[in-house]
């Protein structure tokens, strides 16, 4: 009787929770911020189509385009050929929709303009690549954004054709030939990708009719690009207004959308990739849809959404984002980042299937999990442990925190563990552990996932972090994982934040998995290789939970560095010493013949180029935001005024491994081939430089003949000065 009461109160308790459980619609939303959804193609005014917040995100890009188009709305001078370059997801739809929608408000006409250009790009069944709106057709209710804009051309996708067999860089020329040729008044905007600009280009010099378009585009394609011109802030030109072009009559204004990094404020009190987090965290979207769910606390969206609400752990996240950009050189478009922060507060559609492979809501599947570990908290039965190590598993890794490096708990050289070939003598919960995280590591995923786990988790990994120091959290949480995972539970990191509930019971389970082990019994080898397995398992974890929420990771020190040092003329002019000195200091030499062959930077080069002259290296920082160019964070290395170099990250660290002492021959490659670039460029000006030469500061030197050297009295011819035998 007592146990058929026990299991009616269980099944009441069970039948209690899943009645409470509820679906919040907020997270399925989440789920289709994904660049294959609603966070894919946009089209401008369809609002179903690439627009998940359904508005705009403030960039310096569109405070441009909205004085624009005031400018343009009182008759003052302004740009009226607008081109947006950049590839796929950089917001150039959204930028066309901003800038018209700000046209007709000041004309006083938004909503009759808004109708129309509705009704024009509308999908039958694809939206038109170009749309005109002309004052020879009939539209009464424009009459005073006539008067003001003239015909309205948008080219909103350049690379789309209009006819299923075109080319779409001839229907361009041919589009911007008519609107170079066009006498009345007009405004014209077209969206541009690169690869279609420099194909119009070669289109253009094929048309003999199209020579301003073509140089029209070749300047579009110059100044808005990251080419040698660019790098240093010296030698750019302004892209807006984009002026000096012979054949083109109509003010025209450029800008690249790829340059400028999503992460970075530019003139608001937020970054554009933090405007999406704070939205997609805003409490109203979380408090009214979970508040009353029973898996509130073992729910890891919840949680994200929670986190992220919070400043410092906001700023921890966009500071591991941007340092990621730096070291890969990839900057995030919007696309991306709709992408980037649905994977991170929940993840993709693919990870929540039920045990038929099919798909549930996502509220289903952590509903589901959760009750699995709170039965497993209240049974003692093997498989109900299984379930629950499984299910925290699975929860914990939608932790944004572990989320942000989703290579698994599984390293490498935990793949193959010789205490679990054969036979585990009894350790369930290890076993049990092993097997989830083979589970969870598998199957294929997006863009996103893809990019954290071969980009990003190499470069910035927390648990590959290290200190020297003893005061480093990092440090104190190693040693203390070490000992044991009770140990490291319970140590001093644990006062720097806090864990939520699933990646408590996470940690818990895998100290239960430890206890099976006893190091001091007959078994002793193998217990050994289970607790550093699992230890190593818990460390990695909690190093993640650390690092994340506080802005550690494995190569911050280094990043931190790199990006002060962006725009930072005395940081950079330090770099630019390093550099001479490794150029030679006071002697330079170099293989004279390398450019006939591979370069020979060894002793035993026959002949030599030399100079008692240090080569003058400069280094150009990135430049600043400038209403006429976009910013970007790439320095240039600049020696005797010939092309620059740019001072990636992977050179950056190379150059201070060197100044900390590290040897030649263990640096990167990279700083062999920056410096053999560099001594060619110096070169190249040395051998030219005649007046070095007869001064006597620069000689040819046979190895064991002499120098050849310049006379001095008369006209200056080569003169062999052989070698005392």
Not at 194 to 205: D, N, P, Q, T, V
Request: proline share 5%.
């Amino acid at each position: 009787m007592a146990v058929l009461i026990e299991e009616v109160s269980w099944f009441r308790t069970k039948l209690v929770r899943i009645v409470l459980a509820v679906r919040n619609p907020w997270v399925q939303a989440l789920l289709k911020w994904h660049g294959h959804d609603v966070g894919g193609v946009r089209v401008p005014f369809q609002e179903d189509q690439g627009n998940p917040l359904k508005g705009p995100i403030e960039t310096s890009l569109l405070a441009k385009l909205r004085k624009t188009a005031q400018q343009i709305a009182v008759g003052e001078d302004a740009p009226r050929l607008i081109f947006l370059v950049g590839g796929p997801g950089n917001g150039k739809s959204e930028a066309v929709q901003v800038f018209l929608e700000e046209l007709g408000q000041e004309l006083d006409c938004k909503q009759q303009l808004l109708s129309e250009l509705t009704r024009k790009f509308q999908p039958c069944p694809i939206s038109p690549p170009l749309v005109e709106l002309s004052p020879d057709d009939e539209y009464p209710e424009l009459n005073r954004f006539f008067s003001r804009v003239g015909k309205l051309t948008v080219i909103q996708d350049a690379s789309a054709s209009g006819q299923r067999s075109g080319d779409a860089s001839v229907e361009l020329v041919e589009a911007l030939k008519a609107i170079l040729s066009h006498d009345a008044l007009q405004v014209a905007l077209c969206c541009i990708n690169r690869g279609l600009l420099y194909r119009a280009i070669e289109a253009a010099g094929q048309d003999d009719g199209a020579n301003s378009v073509r140089v029209l585009l070749e300047e579009v394609a110059s100044r808005t690009g990251l080419g040698l011109d660019a790098l240093s802030a010296s030698s750019r030109k302004p892209c807006w207004p984009l002026d000096g072009m012979s054949g083109v009559e109509i003010a025209v204004g450029a800008w690249p959308l790829d340059l400028e990094s999503l992460l970075e404020e530019n003139g608001s009190s937020k970054s554009p990739i933090e405007e999406i987090i704070v939205r997609a965290s805003a409490s109203d979207k979380w408090m009214a849809g979970c508040s009353q769910c029973p898996a509130q606390d073992n729910c890891p969206f919840y949680q994200n959404a929670s986190l992220l609400r919070q400043f410092e752990k906001r700023q921890a996240l966009l500071k591991i984002l941007r340092h990621g950009e730096l070291a890969t050189g990839q900057r995030w478009n919007f696309r991306d980042a709709f992408s980037l922060v649905a994977e991170l507060m929940v993840g993709e559609q693919q990870d929540f299937q039920n045990e038929h492979g099919h798909a549930v809501h996502p509220c289903d599947w952590v509903n589901e999990r959760s009750e699995q570990i709170v039965e497993a908290a209240e049974n003692e039965d093997t498989g109900a442990w299984a379930k629950q190590v499984q299910s925290a598993l699975e929860l914990s890794t939608r932790i944004y925190p572990q989320a942000l490096f989703p290579t698994g708990i599984h390293t490498d050289d935990m793949k193959e563990q010789s205490f679990l070939n054969n036979d585990s003598n009894g350790k369930i919960k290890t076993l049990a552990l092993w097997e989830a995280a083979e589970r969870v590591e598998s199957g294929t995923h997006g863009f996103a996932r893809d990019y954290l786990r071969n980009m990003l988790a190499p470069l910035l990994k927390p648990e590959l972090r290290t200190s020297a120091g003893n005061d480093d959290s990092f440090r104190n949480l190693e040693d203390a994982f070490s000992q044991a995972i009770k140990i490291g539970i319970d140590a001093d990191w644990r006062k720097e934040i806090e864990l939520s509930r699933v990646e408590e019971v996470f940690l818990d389970m895998v100290m239960q998995a430890e206890a099976e082990w006893d190091p001091l019994s007959r078994e002793s080898a193998q217990a050994d290789q289970a607790c550093r397995y699992l230890r190593r398992i818990a460390s990695d974890f909690a190093k993640r939970a650390l690092g994340t929420r506080t802005g550690k990771h494995s190569n911050d020190n280094a990043l931190e560095e790199y990006h002060a040092s962006l725009r930072s003329q005395k940081a950079l002019g330090d770099i630019g010493n390093l550099l001479e000195n490794l150029l030679g200091g006071r002697r330079f030499e170099v293989d004279a013949l390398g450019g006939i062959g591979q370069m020979d930077l060894s002793p035993s080069a026959r002949i030599r180029l030399v100079s008692r002259d240090v080569p003058r290296v400069t280094i150009h920082p990135a430049p600043k935001s400038d209403d006429g160019v976009p910013p970007h964070d790439m320095p240039c290395i600049v020696i005797d005024q010939a092309q620059p170099i740019p001072l990636t990250f992977e050179l950056f660290e190379a150059l201070q491994l060197h100044r900390r002492g590290c040897r030649t021959g263990s640096l990167p490659p990279v700083l062999a081939t920056s410096l053999g670039r560099l001594r060619q460029l110096h070169a190249a000006h040395l051998c030219r430089d005649k007046e070095s030469f007869m001064r006597r500061r620069a000689h040819y030197e046979l190895v064991g003949i002499g120098s050849v050297v310049l006379s001095e009295e008369g006209e200056a011819v080569p003169v062999l000065e052989r070698k005392d035998r």
